[in-house]
């Protein structure tokens, strides 16, 4: 056997026992590399005799063609090959079980707003909003509340420091603010809600320094006392999932109502459980009333005109009595372990239409 026969045997017996693209690249150098095999045997082309190189030319030029076709197919291969064996490690395992994602819980005060907006938003309310550090007169002045009143002093407020001006800003104290924001904005016909966050220099089981409301406004030229308690009946019963209930309302005093009224709902209470819609207790929920006159004058409306109704009630109160929750204050201390027991999946908030949709 010729060398040229040897040199293409071993190197393509090479080639073909490569296993990976080094030691494939290992073999192209020693072949075809600047100081390979083949590339010193077209080397000696130069030096030959025309006749020589006429015989031996062709062999060495086809000796190299075969090798670099042979190369290139055994690095396709083991490019396949590669490609193969990952394919075959990364399939992905459809059965596998998902692994579990750690999702937040929403607060249950976060819930309950977005219950009570949905409610009233069936009943063609609007949501509005005030900020949370009002001015006095705002807070009072305009909500028939004057200076050394004597309903200020059931605040606790929070006051700011006193401007130059005089304006005296405190930390809102309720949500009827807004009522009086919203009326010198717009003109009637009304209909908002207003939930959010108020301030009362007050704690214990009951009573948290921050505490959050939703309050109520409707002002046009018709509504009377028989649409607040229809609105407010519609509304307990959407809240709490009920078909019906019994409601209560009691005779009460608030500067910016007349007449004002205390609304309780009759419930049963056995042992913790609480049910509403039935038994003998009652339980006091919001306060209400047709808007003062004075009130819709301070906000430049004509009470000869316009009247309205109002309503405030707690929002945290509202989360605690729906869902069982016996003390107030850790909704606001961020005890994970409290919202992972008490909060709500973010995918699986009830049916709000309730008593609504009945
Ligand atoms: N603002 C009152 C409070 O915080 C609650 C309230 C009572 C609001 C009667 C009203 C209302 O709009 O009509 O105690």
Not at 126 to 154: C, S, W, Y
Not at 180 to 195: A, Y
């Amino acid at each position: 056997m010729t060398t040229l026969e040897t040199l293409e045997r071993e190197t393509l017996a090479a080639i073909d026992a490569a296993n990976d693209d080094a030691a494939l690249e290992a073999v192209r150098i020693s072949a075809l590399g600047k100081k390979g095999a083949i590339s010193e045997l077209l080397k000696t082309l130069g030096a030959m005799s025309p006749d020589e190189r006429k015989a031996q030319g062709p062999l060495i030029n086809g000796l190299r063609d075969r090798v670099s076709a042979a190369l290139a197919a055994r690095k396709a291969a083991l490019g396949q090959a590669a490609l193969n064996a990952r394919l075959e490690t990364e399939r992905v395992d459809v059965t596998l079980p998902v692994r579990p994602v750690g999702m937040g819980r929403i607060h249950p005060v976060s819930q309950v707003a977005d219950e009570v907006q949905q409610i009233f938003a069936d009943m063609g309310f609007a949501v509005a909003e005030g900020p949370d550090i009002e001015d006095d007169e705002t807070n009072f002045g305009k909500l028939n509340i004057p200076p050394e009143h004597p309903a200020r002093q059931m605040h606790d407020t929070f006051y700011l420091k006193p401007q130059a001006d005089g304006v005296r800003y405190l930390l809102r104290t309720h949500t009827s603010p807004v009522q009086i924001r919203t009326m010198l904005q717009q003109r009637p016909p009304i209909r908002v809600i207003v939930p959010g966050r108020v301030y009362r220099c007050d704690s214990d089981q009951t009573h948290t320094p921050m505490f959050h409301q939703v309050e109520g406004l409707v002002i046009d030229e018709t509504t009377h006392m028989g649409h607040l308690k229809w609105v407010l009946e519609e509304f307990c019963k959407a809240f709490f999932e009920v078909p019906q209930v019994r409601m209560r309302f009691r005779p009460s005093y608030f500067p910016f109502t007349e007449p004002s009224a205390e609304v309780d709902i009759q419930c049963d209470r056995r042992g913790s459980e609480l049910r509403f819609g039935e038994g003998k207790d009652w339980l006091e929920i919001l306060g209400c009333g047709m808007v003062h006159p004075k009130v819709l004058e301070n906000c430049g409306i004509d009470p000869h005109r316009y009247q309205g109704f109002a309503f405030g009630a707690g929002l945290d109160r509202l989360a605690m009595l729906k869902y069982g929750i016996p003390d107030l204050r850790p909704m606001f201390e961020s005890d994970l372990r409290w919202l992972k027991h008490y909060g709500f999946a973010a995918l699986d908030i009830p049916s709000l239409a309730g008593g609504l949709a009945r």
